[in-house]
């Protein structure tokens, strides 16, 4: 009788706490069961029963730092290619166009060179091509304004840097573009350092849109078909100055 009692009471406390309380015995008795059984505490099987197969933090820490790894490699791999392909591409273009001007920098003798073949002169200077404004930067410092025409966007920058930092801004002065859409003739000087199969149509040119008084000093290359006033240098140095009316003069001779 006692232990029928006990288990009437004790059924009695299930059935009357509800519906929650008698699954909440139900779950404790059954985890009791387990953890006896397996030597588990009842708290550690709930829990792998509510966890299932999620993995560990520790591996999932890893997993979102090899992959903000992962995004930043990437992006300073890219960023690294697009940098190299906006500094490389105005000095490569230049090899694909019709008539290539390579940019290679004057030497100081050259600049003495073309200074030279400037004294007595006076009015615009230009330089055709100027690179790293060495040349226009010169010129400045011996009273001239001088312009340099470049297509290199770095180049150009760099030549405005060099004329501040010499404190010839004011009379340096540097502009983007082709040489071949701008016209020249309100220069009474022009440097050019060219190339041989460019010095033809530019002899053209300089022709058609020069005044009777403007000098061209042509550096490395000469023109194919004027006679120059003056030489000066020799080798990679030597420097050739023409003066426009002496070339209109000797191409009007039948």
């Known amino acids: 009788m006692e232990g029928g009692g006990e288990r009437g009471r004790a059924w009695w406390c299930v059935s009357g706490a509800g519906a929650g309380a008698a699954w909440a015995s139900w779950d404790w008795s059954v985890s009791r ?7 588990t505490p ?9 966890s299932g197969c999620v993995p560990p933090t520790s591996l999932q ?11 930043l490699f990437t992006g300073i791999v890219g960023g690294t290619l697009v940098v190299v392909y906006a500094v490389a591409t105005p000095f490569i273009t230049p090899a694909f166009r019709r008539i290539c001007l390579p940019f290679v920098p004057a030497t100081a003798k ?10 007595c ?3 615009p200077l230009v330089d055709i091509g100027s690179g790293d404004g060495r040349i ?14 470049e297509l290199n966007p770095w180049l150009v920058w760099y030549s405005r840097y060099c004329a501040r930092r010499e404190g010839v801004q004011a009379s340096a002065r540097f502009y983007i573009s082709d040489l071949w859409k701008v016209t020249f003739s309100q220069y009474s000087n022009v440097v050019v350092f060219g190339v041989p199969h ?15 008084e403007a000098r061209v000093i042509a550096c490395r290359f000469p023109f194919p078909h004027w006679t120059p006033a003056q030489v000066t240098g020799e080798g990679i140095d030597t ?3 023409y003066d426009a009316s002496s070339f209109r003069r000797s191409k009007k001779r039948p």
């Open 33 to 39: 069961d387990v953890s006896d059984a397996a030597g």
């Open 42 to 50: 009842p708290e550690t099987l709930k829990e792998e029963r509510q």
């Open 61 to 71: 820490g890893n997993s979102l730092k090899k992959s903000n790894w992962g995004f």
């Open 110 to 119: 050259q600049i003495e060179n073309v200074v030279k073949m400037l004294r």
């Open 121 to 123: 002169r006076r009015g």
């Open 136 to 149: 226009v930067i010169a010129a400045a410092k011996e009273g001239f304004t001088a312009v340099g025409y």
């Open 198 to 212: 460019m010095m033809l149509q530019l002899e053209k040119k300089l022709e058609l849109e020069l005044e009777d």
């Open 239 to 241: 420097v050739w100055a």
